[in-house]
T-cell receptor, first 113, second 112 residues
Framework: NAGVTQTPKFRILKIGQSMTLQCAQDMNHNYMYWYRQDPGMGLKLIYYSVGAGITDKGEVPNGYNVSRSTTEDFPLRLELAAPSQTSVYFCASSPSGTGGEQYFGPGTRLTVT | GENVEQHPSTLSVQEGDSAVIKCTYS??????FPWYKQELGKGPQLIID?????GEKKDQRIAVTLNKTAKHFSLHITETQPEDSAVYFC???????????FGKGTRLHILP
């Protein structure tokens, strides 16, 4: 099993550009999550999904969109990138929601200039 | 909603000594409390967790304690080793919720 994979590892965007961060898992987990990690600020939940076709907002969803057409994939879309979106983005998956271990990918470091 | 506070933000201990990281949570409906370790350049990884029906759980050099009345829980690492240097996150999950709320993290330095 590859676990949770994320691409790209690094990306530099200009203000106003758009991009999609890819996330895939091969563990057949129903639950998937997107977090952003700012220095000294812990992990903030952006969006999450409890299964294919179902998504919901987390704490900081503004400026982002997600889709979940398959169990395996959970891409995160940034429209009109802003410097405030400079961060490290982590995708995670879990076999269960409440009280379940989350398995994290290696992260994508995004810089918006 | 749930709020998780974590202290200290940075902790330095001599190799071989013990380290303690403390967290408090706000929602008494929280019933699951995991701890994650994040090594440099990697995603967080679960190291231990505890549920609200248990007061203490131990796994080799790592232990977690939970005080439901005071709404706080702690991570204890004994006989610290260089490989324990990392950022540690506590988290809490409310019963019936599909997400967990993370603390801001503690950067642990093990000094030689």
């Amino acid at each position: 099993n590859a676990g949770v994979t994320q691409t790209p590892k690094f990306r530099i965007l200009k203000i106003g550009q758009s991009m999609t961060l890819q996330c895939a898992q091969d563990m057949n987990h129903n639950y998937m999550y997107w977090y952003r990690q700012d220095p000294g600020m812990g992990l903030k939940l952006i969006y999450y999904s409890v299964g294919a076709g179902i998504t919901d907002k987390g704490e900081v969803p503004n400026g982002y969109n997600v889709s979940r057409s398959t169990t395996e994939d959970f891409p995160l879309r940034l429209e009109l990138a802003a410097p405030s979106q400079t961060s490290v983005y982590f995708c995670a998956s879990s076999p269960s929601g409440t009280g379940g271990e989350q398995y994290f990918g290696p992260g994508t470091r995004l810089t918006v200039t | 909603g749930e709020n998780v506070e974590q202290h200290p933000s940075t902790l330095s201990v001599q190799e071989g000594d013990s380290a303690v990281i403390k967290c408090t949570y706000s929602d008494s409906a929280s019933n699951y409390f995991p701890w994650y370790k994040q090594e440099l350049g990697k995603g967080p990884q679960l190291i231990i967790d505890i549920r609200s029906n248990v007061g203490e759980k131990k796994d080799q050099r790592i232990a977690v304690t939970l005080n439901k009345t005071a709404k706080h829980f702690s991570l204890h690492i004994t006989e610290t080793q260089p490989e324990d240097s990392a950022v540690y996150f506590c988290a809490a999950s409310i019963r019936g919720d599909d997400k967990i709320i993370f603390g801001k993290g503690t950067r642990l330095h093990i000094l030689p």
